[in-house]
């Protein structure tokens, strides 16, 4: 998954994808506990996603405060 198509997304589907990167996470946490096999590299990668795109929704919900500060003429 690339930063941009996370930050293309509304903050509906980023939620949801959030969600489906947490119970992906914890399948591999399950999986590694009950002595399955499971693919090492995987943990990295769902982990990193998960920080990329909690990192969009930060940032779209800073920009989204931001904007009626610049609006109204207040400075910070």
Do not use: C, H, W, Y
């Amino acid at each position: 998954m690339k930063a941009s198509e996370t930050r293309d997304k509304p903050a509906a589907a980023q939620r949801a994808e959030l969600l489906k990167l947490r119970k992906e996470q914890f399948a591999l946490r399950l999986q590694r506990a009950t002595g399955q096999p499971v693919k090492p590299d995987q943990f990295g990668k769902v982990r990193r996603n998960i920080a990329r795109l909690k990192t969009a929704m930060r940032a779209a919900a800073r920009a989204a405060a931001a904007v009626p500060a610049k609006a109204s003429g207040e400075q910070r």
